[in-house]
């Protein structure tokens, strides 16, 4: 990637974080005021950015009608969709759907639950990847040394009391994981709330996909979320057979 182009998309995440002046955009990127002016011109005219009448710079519309037309363009996101209502509608439990891109395990879709009490999340949003039952899911389907190699080279932060440790534990809930064919997380990212998740397939049998549903404490607890597991796995089952064209295979109740 050019030095040029590799800047001007550094400023993109700068100003996810906030409006930012010219001055805080030149001092991120390390270069003079000139040459950040030219970047964010450019990114001006493209829709990318939007210069506000107080003169500091946020992220344009462009961007994320951009970001909408990529995530509708999502085949398996299409397909999910109305399942992830219905099981919704069922369970009245918040539902996402998550895929492994670029290192970065991604909700691509989600579906509020229907309390008041709920758990906050966001689509396009990166999951925490050793705690996440989505992401334990997707993961455990790398192949063994992949796996082994990610394990190796991430980070453990210790959430909660029931936060994975360290590698050697993560691998074997991934294990544990591919074995079983789904997926908790009870506690591991925020004591209060527990999630269940089952993957999605694609025609070769490889996980495309993972969703869950998560609930808070107050609402479900840990045991009563459990019972719906077959029903979560059951719509996975049913989104696999219409992404990969063939029919969902039953599984065995827990």
Avoid at 37 to 63: K, N
Avoid at 97 to 113: F, G
Avoid at 206 to 217: D, E, K, L, T
């Amino acid at each position: 990637m050019s030095q040029t182009v590799d800047r001007a998309l550094s400023i993109l995440p700068l100003l996810a974080e906030g409006p930012a002046d010219l001055g805080q955009v030149a001092d991120r990127l390390g270069v003079h005021k000139s040459t950040a002016l030219r970047l964010l011109r450019t990114l001006h005219e493209h829709g990318l950015v939007y210069r506000q009448s107080d003169q500091r710079y946020r992220l344009g519309a462009r961007l994320f009608a951009l970001a909408q037309e990529a995530m509708e363009n999502l085949d398996i996101r299409e397909i999910a969709h109305p399942h992830l209502v219905r099981l919704n509608e069922d369970c009245g439990h918040t539902v996402h759907l998550a895929v492994y891109e670029d290192d970065e395990v991604l909700y691509i879709d989600k579906v509020e639950s229907r309390y008041p009490v709920r758990m906050y999340s966001r689509i396009g949003k990166p999951v925490a990847p050793t705690v996440a039952a989505v992401a334990k899911l997707l993961l455990a389907d790398l192949p063994e040394a992949e796996r082994r190699a990610l394990a190796e080279r991430l980070d453990y932060p210790q959430y909660t009391a029931r936060s994975t440790l360290n590698a050697t534990a993560f691998l074997r809930e991934l294990e544990q994981a591919r074995e079983r064919g789904w997926a908790t997380d009870l506690g591991g990212h925020e004591e209060s709330i527990n999630c269940v998740a089952a993957p999605i397939r694609g025609a070769d049998g490889r996980v495309v996909a993972a969703m869950s549903i998560s609930a808070p404490n107050v609402v479900v607890t840990a045991e009563e979320l459990l019972t719906l597991l077959p029903l979560v796995r059951r719509t996975a089952d049913e989104i696999s057979g219409e992404y990969s064209g063939r029919a969902p295979v039953p599984h065995p109740s827990v």
